[in-house]
Antibody
Framework: VQLVQSGADVKKPGASVKVSCKAS????????INWVRQVPGQGLEWMGW????????NYAQKFQGRVTMTTDTSTTTAYMELRSLRSDDTAVYYC???????????????WGQGTVVTVSS | QSALTQPRSVSGSPGQSVIISCTGT?????????VSWYQHHPDKAPKLLIF???KRPSGVPDRFSGSQSGNTASLTISGLQAEDEADYYC???????????FGGGTQLTVL
């Protein structure tokens, strides 16, 4: 069971970035996928969730209007696109699977390796 | 949006025990029995240690335990080992427009 994310990316302010997260080793549509980021020197920050079966999404208020989470069930891949990038979006972005052992929000049992996104002019 | 307060740092010697607290409000920690804890080593992915306040995923040593009293959840690490040196985060469902929040994180130093 693993989540493998796309490689590091460098973007200019105002651009968009799309990070992928490929799942393997389990039935992709059984568990939702969350996106969490860590800005350098700061803590973990939940960005949102997508139901891999329904396609339903819940976004943290902070990112509403700037983020879109999608999935492609044919390739068992989840995507997170963040638009209108600013320098303070420079961070490591993680995808994380909802644990099958809990129905509680915030329980993530498998994490991707992280994708470094740098926003710089 | 509620905030979860953790001590910025804690420390202990090998073999000792440490407790990391996570304080919220009656609207989050006190209301939902759904606190989880994560261990995060630099340049690695976070690891789930505890969920549902006190449950351990398979493979997590029983040196790690969770509890809750009122609006404060706690992670206890017993028999400290050098590899326990990491950042620790509490996490829970906060409702409202944010759904999920993390505490600010606690840096554990093993002396």
């Amino acid at each position: 069971v693993q989540l493998v994310q796309s490689g590091a990316d460098v973007k200019k302010p105002g651009a968009s970035v799309k990070v992928s997260c490929k799942a393997s080793g389990y039935t992709f549509t059984n568990n939702g996928i969350n996106w969490v980021r860590q800005v350098p020197g700061q803590g973990l920050e939940w960005m949102g969730w997508i139901g891999t079966y329904s396609g339903n999404t819940n976004y943290a208020q902070k990112f509403q209007g700037r983020v879109t989470m999608t999935t492609d069930t044919s390739t068992t891949t989840a995507y997170m696109e963040l638009r209108s990038l600013r320098s303070d979006d420079t961070a490591v972005y993680y995808c994380a699977r909802d644990s099958p052992d809990s129905s509680d929000w915030g329980t993530f049992d498998i994490w991707g390796q992280g994708t470094v996104v740098t926003v710089s002019s | 949006q509620s905030a979860l307060t953790q001590p910025r740092s804690v420390s202990g010697s090998p073999g000792q025990s440490v407790i990391i607290s996570c304080t919220g409000t009656s609207s989050d920690v006190g209301d939902y029995k759904s606190v989880s804890w994560y261990q995060h080593h630099p340049d690695k992915a976070p690891k789930l240690l505890i969920f549902g306040v006190s449950k351990r995923p398979s493979g997590v040593p029983d040196r790690f335990s969770g509890s809750q009293s009122g609006n404060t959840a706690s992670l206890t690490i017993s028999g400290l080992q050098a590899e326990d040196e990491a950042d620790y985060y509490c996490c829970l469902y906060a409702g409202g427009y944010t759904f999920v929040i993390f505490g600010g994180g606690t840096q554990l130093t093993v002396l």
